[in-house]
């Protein structure tokens, strides 16, 4: 059973025009992360939840906004998407593990979603 | 800054050949060390993973890896590969300090019967 669901799998929108990608997920992680993936390259990171708390990579351009509501839900909201926008957008949670004095922090993703802009 | 190199972008192999991919991290302090794996048209699934103790850790699949710190690197290895091994490998590093994964660029990897 998925534990990260993406919504939708593949989205398209036009030049400009605001799109919203969601981010569930079954675990009660407190940590969630949207990443973007481009074509044969490493996914990078975007922003980050820790709780409530909003961390902004320093190069994700404004144009790049997320929402949580709750520890289950995360959105990605893209104000004016341009044409470099299109990519695959990764949704991941975690939770620290304490073990043997040590925090141990894994990452699940969700299938992504793919976004085309026309 | 911390960065993974994985200088194998495409690797293409027969069925039951060895395989081994290169990952090397630049970071001075104490890390954990990921293989996730993304089988076509799925999402990135961790195949294993180094926190500490034994630097030879194994993995799902046959996979292992091994730390070795004096060099700054974290191999992926299998015996010998499957045509369902056909996927992208992707090394990542985290530190102590961090939740943030810095992911290398992937190696793409092609099993042919």
């Known amino acids: 059973d998925a534990m990260v669901i993406q919504n939708p799998r593949y989205q398209v929108t036009q030049f400009g025009k605001p799109v919203t990608l969601s981010c569930s997920q079954t675990?009660?992680?407190?940590?969630m992360y949207w990443y973007q993936q481009k074509s044969s390259q490493a996914p990078k990171l975007l922003f980050h939840?820790?709780?409530?708390?909003?961390?902004n990579e320093a190069d994700t351009p404004d144009n790049f906004q997320s929402r949580r509501p709750n520890t289950s839900f995360c959105f990605l909201d893209i104000r004016s998407p341009g044409l470099g926008d299109a990519a695959m957008y990764l949704c991941?949670?975690?939770?620290?593990?304490?073990?043997?004095?040590?925090?141990?922090?894994?990452?699940?993703f969700g299938a992504g979603t793919r976004l085309s802009v026309l | 800054a911390q960065s993974v190199s994985q200088h194998n972008h495409h690797v293409i192999l027969s069925e039951a050949a060895s395989l081994e991919l290169g990952c090397n991290y630049s970071?001075?302090?104490?890390?954990?060390l990921f293989w996730y794996v993304q089988y076509p048209g799925q999402h990135l699934q961790l195949l294993l993973k180094?926190?500490?103790?034994?630097?030879l850790v194994k993995g799902i699949k046959g996979f292992e890896a091994e730390f070795i710190k004096s060099k700054f690197s974290f191999n992926l290895r299998k015996p010998s590969v499957q045509w369902s091994d056909t996927a992208e490998y992707f090394c990542?590093?985290?530190?102590?300090?961090?939740?943030?994964?810095?992911f290398g660029t992937g190696t793409r990897l092609q099993v042919f019967p």
């Open positions: 991941a949670t975690s939770r620290e593990v304490g073990v043997a004095g040590q925090f141990q922090n894994i990452q699940y």
């Open positions: 675990l009660n992680h407190n940590v």
């Open positions: 939840y820790y709780d409530k708390d909003f961390n």
């Open positions: 970071y001075g302090g104490t890390v954990n």
């Open positions: 180094y926190f500490s103790g034994d630097p």
């Open positions: 990542a590093v985290n530190s102590l300090n961090t939740d943030k994964l810095i």
